[in-house]
């Protein structure tokens, strides 16, 4: 089995997108999702191994994905965990925030190859 990558999303439909498109990539993935927030930091805080990354989405209900990432990075356990941004926003101030609160790298959701083509360029970089 290969690396787990962690999807916080609060949409199950998304996040079923998600996981197929990365399987699709590479079969040997151990794909984990959170809905919310808030799951996903319970996850985070209490699995034994942490994912290699984290595709976290930025508009969610509760806790949402910049206030998950500030959370992340306030936690020395977590704190060195890459993280993606997914994000279906274009507001330039968005994925400025994004980056700027830490996140590795800020993808557009989308349907189709450009998302899985995005999703594979990040899969490549971790293995760099």
């Known amino acids: 089995m290969g ?19 990365l399987l699709k990539i590479d079969p040997e993935l ?3 999702a959170a809905l919310g927030g ?10 034994k191994e942490i994912p290699a990354l984290v595709l976290l989405d930025l508009k969610m209900p509760g806790l949402n994905g910049f206030e998950t990432l ?10 060195q965990v890459p993280v993606v941004v997914l994000t279906s926003s274009d507001l330039p101030s968005d994925l400025e925030r994004a ?3 830490g996140a590795a790298r ?4 989308s349907l189709g190859d450009r998302f899985r ?3 594979e360029a990040v899969l490549e970089l971790r293995h760099k």
């Open 38 to 47: 808030e799951a996903g930091l319970t996850f985070l805080r209490e699995t």
């Open 106 to 109: 800020v993808l557009q959701k």
């Open 99 to 101: 980056h700027a609160a």
């Open 30 to 32: 151990r794909v984990e």
């Open 70 to 79: 500030h959370q992340m990075r306030a936690e020395e356990r977590l704190r």
């Open 3 to 21: 690396p787990t990558i962690l999807i916080i999303d609060d949409d199950e439909g998304d996040i079923l997108l998600t996981k197929r498109s």
């Open 117 to 119: 083509k995005e999703l």
